[in-house]
């Protein structure tokens, strides 16, 4: 009999989401674009979000032949101390998504090199890897590092600030995941071999630290 907890799977809150990404995720923030919120359950405790995105450029689906409702980015995996493997819990988040909106037909992911990101969770499910993003401008401000656009959207018109940095960001790697046969023959001849793990931070099972809090379940996608 097996000694791993029952998952759960359903719709989070933004407050839940934005609890679980300041908590839980490095970036310590939630994105600002239109997001689906997934809520993760062990054993009714709530332990975080899986979080799809339309993505940080409208291109994100657009060179593999596909409309921009046709696919999503995974924007945030944000867990505490869990037992079933992310890969699984990511997996299960896709096939949820899948149900709601039938008509995407490919995620696509990108691990940060720079944080000690591989792709550890993207390998241990099968996710296809195609190469590296091109690097983009970031902005510290205040002592915190930002990506382009989050800092653009929340800190509208402050680019040229004084006190605004802006340097070179990483390049970043990009994971693949088809969600119909034919999308998969598509792709699969643009993949390239898995990057080695780069340090321990990445993991089937992350070790982050904190509890849970009680959430609300059932909302749909907020607009």
Same mark, same amino acid.
């Given at each position: 009999? @097996?000694? %791993? ?7 989070? *809150? ?12 490095? @970036?310590?923030?939630?994105?600002? @674009? ?22 940080? !450029? ?6 593999? /032949? ?9 924007? =945030?995996?944000? $867990?505490? %101390?869990?037992?079933?493997? &992310?890969? =699984?819990? &990511? ?5 949820? $998504? %899948? ?6 037909? $490919? ?17 241990? /499910? ?5 190469? *590296?993003?091109?690097?983009? #401008? ?5 002592? +915190? ?14 680019? +040229? ?12 790697? =990009? ?6 046969? #034919? ?14 793990? &780069? ?7 992350? @070790? ?8 609300? !379940?059932?909302? *749909?996608?907020?607009?």
């Amino acid at each position: 009999m @097996s000694n %791993k907890p029952a998952l759960k799977i359903d719709w989070a *809150t933004y407050e839940a989401a934005k609890f679980a990404c300041e908590k839980w995720h490095y @970036s310590k923030c939630i994105p600002k @674009s239109k997001l689906a919120k997934i809520g993760v359950w062990e054993n009714d405790k709530f332990i975080g979000v899986v979080i799809f995105g339309v993505g940080a !450029t409208s291109d994100l689906v657009k060179r593999y /032949g596909l409309r921009m409702e046709q696919g999503c980015e995974l924007v =945030r995996v944000a $867990l505490t %101390k869990h037992q079933q493997p &992310v890969s =699984r819990i &990511v997996a299960i988040s896709m096939r949820y $998504l %899948k149900t709601q909106f039938p008509n995407l037909r $490919l995620v696509v992911s990108f691990a940060d090199p720079s944080h000690g990101h591989h792709g550890g969770i993207y390998q241990a /499910g099968n996710w296809i890897f195609n190469g *590296t993003s091109q690097s983009s #401008d970031e902005y510290i401000y205040k002592g +915190k590092r930002w990506q382009g656009r989050s800092f653009r959207n929340s800190h509208k018109g402050m680019e +040229k600030h004084p006190d605004v940095q802006i340097v070179k960001g990483s390049s970043k790697y =990009r994971y693949l995941m088809p969600l119909d046969d #034919d999308m998969r023959k598509q792709i699969m001849p643009l993949a390239k071999p898995y990057p080695k793990r &780069v340090k321990k931070l990445d993991s089937e099972n992350p @070790s982050e630290q904190g509890g849970a809090v009680p959430t609300d !379940t059932l909302q *749909t996608i907020e607009s």
